[in-house]
């Protein structure tokens, strides 16, 4: 029987109904799914230790020899069942016990040769030195899988062990048909796919560069699927670039009536990179294909005051526009803040949330139905069936990471073809915002308005906290207001959120009568949305927190932020975090509560974090110091994550994916070339936000 990459896992012989449970569970549902899942890292199990040659306890060593000795027995005080062997090679011999697992007793055998694999321990009993619980393999004639060579270690999947994974990687590279893949002709100078895949998971090298290179994903086999990953990353961006290329869209016109309403609008002068975006965007504006423009700036760059004069275009030329944020709070910041810029004009500003009352819901739902030139503000309320935009002609989505791509697709297809402007102050280095968003235009703010105090950032332990509380009470009394965010990641962790309490509490103890209040993930969306608007309100004071209060929220008098064991957060997110204070004119600080015991590491790069103000340096950093099987960052950009492919690393991939993809467009062979591509499991699918 034979089964190719799509077959489902069930079509694996031998796989068995639980285990097949556990990895669809798991969203590994065909073949292709379950050798994508690839080893984390490799043993070199391939040089035994001569046994005589063991002297010392406490390490970690393959041996091969004879089982001389085997025997089982129940140890008297526990309910424990023992497994011990003695093995032995030509230079010496090593006991060795396994721990309840009887069947060992039955598998292995007196006179046959053993591979082992583990630590080796002082005996507890008895005198010398002892294997403890090691993996083991029987050497036959077959090509050794466990030890006796380069071994992939793969995580396991519940309960799925990494060596059970190992056994079904292999018969199932054995046997699958992977048949012709369009990149082995088009990319010669790598290997070809199929080799490619058995060579990641069982590497039939010991050379030393080589296994390096394996370590760090980069060893050639690495780098051939990446390739094929990024080459379908490539695909999916020119298809919709071709697609949207062939859309008739609003053209905008400037004229004097508009220059005019744009003067009487701002209340300051725009930063000469607020123009040039300005510039970059009515360019677009002007021409009959929709826009699709990626509005990257810093926190606090003013990228609301450049997407309004955009609207305001859009709006002259008798179209509507949708203004979408991600949260209540945020939605309501923008509808304030846009009602006082369109005030001098003759356009009206809407908002539209979960919260709007029904008849004002009804009266904006029935301007909008009738196609009235105005702009509306709102959250994911916006991309309700009942809300109809006929006459869409721009689709603004704000901090544009936090929603998925199809909530994107939602609003524009509220309208024919409108422009598209997104927005976000998470910086990617430039180069690489073009190749992942190669369906964007990127459009860069990389200057602050003028009078900005750069925020003061400086790394303080646990025993400064009694100064820090008193600095905290000198803030308040002096008219400024406190972010303390705590390091619950996995907002799941009923335990983490639990200590986040019992610590709120013992600070808010410590600061007396100062109004303080909690937010977290757990919370309902409305209590969390109560207690950040009374903090913007300044009704509180000092506000502990998850990094739910990562986005864009706009607090002028917020001048401290504490950020615990910020060793535990990414760089690009420290800025993100830290971007909430200092939106006003007090000079503002971020203080990082570091962990006693902070490696070196953590604390080279919390120093130099803490040294610049630069979103775009820390973005870089951020990117340098992310190890291989670390995110790449993508989902965060709502695109799925790879296997292989990191957009630091396979750089020189990444160009040739899109070269190929570029050439087979002029071709006219895209749907050839997507045919012939081994698609990744995730890729195409629709990532959630957030
Ligand atoms: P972000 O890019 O983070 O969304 P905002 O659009 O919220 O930034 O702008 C941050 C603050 O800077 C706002 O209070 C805004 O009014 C102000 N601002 C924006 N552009 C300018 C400018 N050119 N001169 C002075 N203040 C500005
Ligand atoms: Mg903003």
């Given at each position: 029987?034979?089964?190719?990459?799509?077959?489902?896992?069930?079509?694996?012989?031998?796989?068995?109904?639980?285990?097949?449970?556990v990895?669809?569970?798991?969203?590994?549902?065909?073949?292709?799914?379950?050798?994508?899942?690839?080893?984390?890292?490799?043993?070199?199990?391939?040089?035994?230790t001569?046994?005589?040659?063991?002297?010392?306890?406490?390490?970690?060593?393959?041996?091969?020899?004879?089982?001389?000795?085997?025997?089982?027995?129940?140890?008297?005080?526990?309910?424990?069942?023992?497994?011990?062997?003695?093995v032995?090679?030509?230079?010496?011999?090593?006991?060795?016990?396994?721990?309840?697992?009887?069947?060992?007793?039955?598998?292995?055998?007196?006179?046959?040769?053993?591979?082992?694999?583990?630590?080796?321990?002082?005996?507890k009993?008895?005198?010398?030195l002892?294997?403890?619980?090691?993996?083991?393999?029987?050497?036959e004639?077959?090509?050794?899988?466990?030890?006796?060579?380069?071994?992939?270690?793969?995580?396991?999947?519940?309960?799925?062990?990494?060596?059970?994974?190992?056994?079904?990687?292999?018969?199932?590279?054995?046997?699958?048909?992977?048949?012709?893949?369009?990149?082995?002709?088009?990319?010669?100078?790598?290997?070809?796919?199929?080799?490619?895949?058995?060579?990641?998971?069982?590497?039939?090298?010991?050379?030393?560069?080589?296994?390096?290179?394996?370590?760090?994903?980069?060893?050639?086999?690495?780098?051939?699927?990446?390739?094929e990953?990024?080459?379908?990353?490539?695909?999916?961006?020119?298809?919709?670039?071709r697609?949207?290329?062939?859309?008739?869209?609003?053209?905008?016109?400037?004229?004097?009536?508009?220059r005019?309403?744009?003067?009487?609008?701002?209340?300051?002068?725009?930063?000469?990179?607020?123009?040039?975006?300005?510039?970059?965007?009515?360019?677009?504006?002007?021409?009959?294909?929709?826009?699709?423009?990626?509005?990257?700036g810093?926190?606090?760059?003013?990228?609301?005051?450049?997407?309004?004069?955009?609207?305001?275009?859009?709006?002259?030329?008798?179209?509507?526009?949708?203004?979408?944020?991600?949260?209540?709070?945020?939605?309501?910041?923008?509808?304030?803040?846009?009602?006082?810029?369109?005030?001098?004009?003759?356009?009206?500003?809407?908002?539209?949330?979960?919260?709007?009352g029904a008849?004002?819901r009804?009266?904006?739902?029935a301007?909008?139905?009738?196609?009235?030139?105005?702009?509306?503000?709102g959250?994911?309320?916006?991309?309700?069936?009942?809300?109809?935009?006929?006459?869409?002609?721009?689709?603004?989505?704000?901090?544009?990471?936090?929603?998925?791509?199809?909530?994107?697709?939602?609003?524009?297809?509220?309208?024919?073809?409108?422009?598209?402007?997104?927005?976000?102050?998470?910086?990617?280095?430039?180069?690489?915002?073009?190749?992942?968003?190669?369906?964007?235009?990127?459009?860069?703010?990389?200057e602050?308005?003028?009078?900005r105090?750069?925020?003061?950032t400086?790394?303080?332990?646990r025993?400064?906290?009694?100064?820090?509380?008193?600095?905290?009470?000198?803030?308040?009394?002096?008219?400024?207001?406190?972010?303390?965010?705590?390091?619950?990641?996995?907002?799941?962790?009923?335990?983490?959120?639990?200590?986040?309490?019992?610590?709120?509490?013992?600070?808010?103890?410590?600061?007396?009568?100062?109004?303080?209040?909690?937010?977290h993930?757990?919370?309902?969306?409305?209590?969390?949305e109560?207690?950040?608007?009374?903090?913007?309100?300044?009704?509180?004071?000092?506000?502990?927190?998850?990094?739910?209060?990562?986005?864009?929220?706009?607090?002028?008098?917020?001048?401290?932020?504490?950020?615990?064991?910020?060793?535990?957060?990414?760089?690009?997110?420290?800025?993100?975090?830290?971007?909430?204070?200092?939106?006003?004119?007090?000079?503002?600080?971020?203080?990082?509560?570091?962990?006693?015991?902070?490696?070196?590491?953590?604390?080279?790069?919390?120093e130099?974090?803490?040294?610049?103000?630069?979103?775009?340096?820390?973005?870089?950093?951020?990117?340098?110091?992310?190890?291989?099987?670390?995110?790449?960052?993508?989902?965060?950009?709502?695109?799925?994550?790879?296997?292989?492919?990191?957009?630091?690393?396979?750089?020189?991939?990444?160009?040739?994916?899109?070269?190929?993809?570029?050439?087979?467009?002029?071709?006219?062979q895209?749907?050839?070339?997507?045919?012939?591509?081994?698609?990744?499991?995730?890729?195409?699918?629709?990532?959630?936000?957030?």
């Amino acid at each position: 029987m034979s089964f190719t990459l799509a077959s489902p896992v069930e079509a694996l012989p031998g796989l068995g109904r639980t285990r097949a449970k556990v990895l669809r569970e798991r969203g590994i549902s065909t073949v292709g799914d379950l050798l994508w899942y690839l080893p984390h890292r490799y043993e070199d199990r391939s040089n035994p230790t001569p046994l005589g040659s063991l002297t010392t306890p406490d390490v970690t060593v393959t041996v091969v020899g004879e089982i001389t000795d085997l025997r089982e027995r129940r140890a008297r005080t526990r309910a424990l069942h023992l497994v011990e062997a003695l093995v032995q090679d030509s230079t010496g011999a090593l006991p060795v016990v396994w721990f309840n697992q009887p069947y060992l007793a039955k598998t292995l055998r007196r006179g046959v040769r053993v591979w082992l694999h583990g630590p080796v321990r002082l005996a507890k009993s008895g005198w010398g030195l002892q294997m403890v619980s090691p993996e083991w393999e029987v050497e036959e004639d077959e090509e050794p899988l466990h030890l006796g060579r380069v071994v992939p270690v793969y995580r396991r999947l519940d309960t799925v062990s990494g060596r059970q994974l190992r056994t079904l990687m292999a018969r199932t590279l054995d046997q699958v048909a992977i048949g012709s893949v369009a990149l082995d002709a088009l990319v010669p100078e790598l290997p070809p796919f199929a080799a490619a895949l058995a060579q990641v998971h069982f590497p039939e090298t010991t050379d030393t560069a080589t296994l390096e290179l394996l370590a760090r994903r980069l060893s050639p086999w690495h780098r051939r699927l990446a390739l094929e990953e990024l080459a379908a990353l490539a695909l999916v961006l020119e298809k919709s670039r071709r697609r949207r290329a062939a859309l008739q869209a609003p053209v905008c016109a400037v004229g004097e009536k508009e220059r005019e309403l744009a003067r009487a609008m701002l209340p300051f002068q725009l930063t000469r990179a607020q123009r040039q975006a300005v510039a970059e965007i009515v360019a677009d504006l002007q021409k009959p294909t929709p826009m699709a423009r990626l509005l990257q700036g810093d926190v606090g760059a003013g990228k609301t005051v450049v997407a309004a004069l955009a609207a305001l275009l859009v709006l002259a030329a008798g179209w509507q526009v949708a203004f979408m944020a991600p949260t209540e709070i945020l939605a309501q910041q923008h509808g304030a803040t846009l009602s006082r810029l369109f005030a001098p004009t003759p356009f009206s500003v809407l908002t539209l949330t979960g919260s709007t009352g029904a008849s004002e819901r009804a009266q904006i739902l029935a301007r909008l139905a009738a196609g009235e030139p105005v702009l509306v503000v709102g959250t994911h309320a916006l991309l309700e069936e009942a809300v109809q935009m006929p006459r869409l002609g721009l689709a603004i989505i704000d901090e544009q990471h936090r929603f998925g791509t199809s909530q994107r697709q939602r609003l524009v297809e509220k309208g024919q073809a409108p422009h598209l402007l997104v927005m976000t102050a998470t910086p990617i280095p430039r180069s690489l915002a073009l190749s992942l968003y190669g369906d964007l235009e990127v459009s860069v703010l990389k200057e602050l308005p003028p009078g900005r105090q750069p925020v003061r950032t400086v790394l303080r332990t646990r025993q400064a906290l009694p100064k820090l509380l008193a600095f905290v009470r000198q803030e308040v009394a002096a008219g400024g207001q406190v972010f303390w965010v705590f390091p619950v990641i996995e907002e799941s962790e009923l335990l983490d959120l639990k200590a986040l309490t019992a610590h709120a509490q013992e600070l808010a103890k410590e600061l007396g009568d100062v109004p303080v209040g909690t937010v977290h993930g757990r919370m309902g969306a409305h209590e969390r949305e109560a207690v950040m608007a009374a903090f913007a309100a300044g009704k509180l004071k000092v506000l502990f927190a998850t990094t739910v209060i990562e986005v864009g929220v706009d607090v002028p008098a917020a001048s401290l932020m504490v950020i615990e064991n910020p060793e535990r957060f990414g760089l690009a997110q420290l800025h993100q975090l830290r971007g909430r204070v200092g939106r006003g004119s007090r000079r503002a600080f971020c203080v990082l509560l570091v962990g006693d015991n902070l490696s070196e590491e953590a604390r080279k790069r919390l120093e130099f974090f803490a040294a610049t103000t630069d979103g775009f340096a820390v973005a870089e950093e951020d990117f340098r110091s992310r190890g291989p099987g670390e995110f790449t960052g993508l989902r965060q950009w709502g695109r799925p994550e790879f296997r292989v492919a990191s957009l630091f690393l396979h750089q020189r991939e990444l160009e040739l994916a899109r070269a190929v993809v570029r050439q087979a467009a002029e071709n006219g062979q895209l749907e050839v070339l997507e045919r012939g591509l081994v698609l990744p499991p995730t890729l195409g699918e629709e990532v959630p936000p957030g």
